[in-house]
Structures are given as structure tokens and as C-alpha cells.
């Protein structure tokens, strides 16, 4: 599997995490790219295997993060109640979740399938810059683009 950076963002190896089966690859915009909106954005991919739970559908999604459990899985600090979902939507082949998470913000996070492996994908602002919701999503899309751009099967 392999990573897609949309333009205008870099990887941050220091702060990314990779181990024998799993990473968490976190990207911000690059210096000399003043045209890309200021945001974070986290990838987060699975174990092998792991992408299975996209089969259950969207319905079952969106139950599954409006619940406690769902929520406490969302939650930047395991709490259900700090997170409160917005929106949950089909995006083609990712599942889209508009949050508004108690210590993050509102922000945009994304499962999708890729190469058998759950990947989750978000897009933040920071305490000093947040993000407007529109363009969150706009990041989010333009992550998942350079996501599936990198992992598309050879004509």
C-alpha cells in the first residue's frame, strides 16, 4: 500500500509512526506551499485484513459511529460524549463523518478499503487555525484522491 500526499502537503516523518503491520502518517502543509490550505491531516492504516468491516455498508456505518461505542472509537480522549457526529455519508467507496470532537473541532474523517486494509484519513485545523467545515472537506477529498491516485491497480 502506499501513501498519497496531495499537493501542496508533506509527510512528517518525525511525527508519523510506522510499525510491522500498521502506520499513522501525519501530513501539514509544505513551506513553500502558501496556496494549500493550512491543516493537519492524519492517515491511519490497518492491519491486513482489517478493511472487512467496510462490508457491512453504509447504514451499519453510520449506526455503528452515532452509538456510545462508535463515538468512544472517535473520541480523541475515549469519551463518547465528547464527540458528536454531524453528518455520515457514502463517498463512492469511503464513508464520510462530519465531527465535532470536544479537544479537535470540527473536522471531516473518512474510512475507506484500500489493498484489504482499513484507512482512516482526517482533516483538522489547529487551536490557532481552525478549519472552516467546506474547506476540511475540500482537504479530505483532495487526501482521498492522492490516496486512491497512489494505489490504483496498473491499467
Known amino acids: 500500500m502506499q501513501i498519497g500526499v496531495p499537493p501542496g502537503y508533506c509527510i512528517d516523518g518525525k511525527a508519523s509512526r510506522e510499525s ?3 502506520a499513522v502518517i501525519l501530513m501539514g502543509r509544505c513551506t513553500d506551499a502558501m496556496k494549500a490550505t493550512p ?3 492524519t492517515v491511519s492504516i490497518g492491519q491486513s485484513g482489517s478493511a472487512g468491516v467496510m462490508t457491512a455498508g453504509g447504514p451499519a456505518l453510520a449506526a455503528y459511529f452515532a452509538s456510545s461505542q462508535g463515538r468512544a472509537t472517535l473520541s480523541r480522549s475515549g469519551r463518547a460524549a465528547d464527540v458528536r457526529l454531524i453528518s455520515a455519508l457514502g463517498a463512492g467507496d469511503a464513508f464520510l463523518l462530519h465531527l465535532q470532537d470536544r479537544s479537535a473541532g470540527e ?6 478499503g484500500v489493498k484489504a486494509r482499513l484507512v482512516t484519513v482526517s482533516a483538522t485545523g489547529t487551536d490557532a487555525l481552525p ?10 477529498d483532495q487526501a482521498l484522491d492522492a490516496l486512491r491516485a497512489a494505489n490504483k491497480a496498473p491499467a
Open 20 to 22: 510491522k503491520d500498521t
Open 39 to 41: 491543516a493537519l491531516i
Open 107 to 112: 473536522y471531516w474523517r473518512a474510512v475507506i
Open 131 to 140: 478549519l472552516d467545515p467546506a474547506e476540511g472537506r475540500r482537504v479530505l
